[in-house]
């Protein structure tokens, strides 16, 4: 069977992510468990708590009509009411109900905005070092993925996202705690980037 040229290119710049992973794997056989430190994927070393596993089996065994049918396209609204209370309180900024949307994780949340904000040739900015799927997960909607430096201890560098924004800017992409840096930006250098995009004419805050 034949793929697209696209996916092609795609598995062969992406595959050394999965080979570190499965180059982890065969060290740990080789070397036993202890003998090796596996930075390769992000997988949680902490097991789910008791009552997070309680809940999901008494879920499944639930026989509630509805339980295991479809839900509205962006989640049960008494799931996003409850997300929207708990990030308010983890943000100390009030996000309302409206503004949750349920997904299946960051990747599945990042395409679907992407696609809902992408024409093709749109340009997505980002401070590098980056998550490597950023460049595939703006690329899937005809997007392109521009990095910019950050200063020397992986802090978010206005200068350089203000320098990089133009009339093809749809986004500017950071995540906090970083991946893979672990730097977490400051409140200071939120507030400074949103002054910039909202100069830029790029974003309407609702409070700053
Ligand atoms: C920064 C970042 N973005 C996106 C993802 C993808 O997340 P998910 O597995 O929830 O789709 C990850 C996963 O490690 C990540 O670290």
Redesign the pocket.
């Known amino acids: 069977m034949t793929i697209a040229k696209k996916i092609e290119a795609t598995l062969s710049e992406s595959s050394w992510i999965r080979k570190m992973f499965e180059e982890g794997a065969r060290l740990r056989a080789e070397h036993g468990v202890a003998n090796v430190y596996d930075f390769s994927l992000?997988n949680p070393n902490l097991k789910p708590p008791k009552n997070f596993r309680n809940s999901l089996i008494d879920i499944a065994n639930s026989s509630v009509e509805g339980n295991h049918a479809y839900m509205p396209n962006v989640g049960f609204p008494y799931v996003r009411k409850s997300v929207a209370a708990y990030v308010s309180v983890e943000q100390q900024a009030e996000v309302s109900e409206k503004e949750i949307i349920m997904t299946c994780?960051?990747?599945?949340a990042?395409n679907v905005i992407f696609k809902t904000i992408l024409d093709p040739g749109d340009e997505v900015i980002t401070p590098s070092p980056y998550?490597v799927?950023y460049k595939f997960y703006a690329d899937n909607h005809g997007g392109i993925l521009k990095t910019v430096p950050t200063k020397p201890d992986f802090s978010l560098n206005i200068n350089a996202i203000s320098s990089a924004i133009n009339n093809k800017t749809k986004a500017v992409l950071i995540?906090s705690p970083n991946?893979p840096t672990g730097q977490i930006y400051s409140k200071e250098s939120l507030i400074e980037l949103g002054t910039v995009l909202i100069l830029q004419g790029k974003y309407t805050a609702k409070k700053v």
């Not at 994780?105 to 599945?108: H, M, N, T």
């Open positions: 992000g994780g960051a990747a599945g990042l998550f799927e995540n991946n």
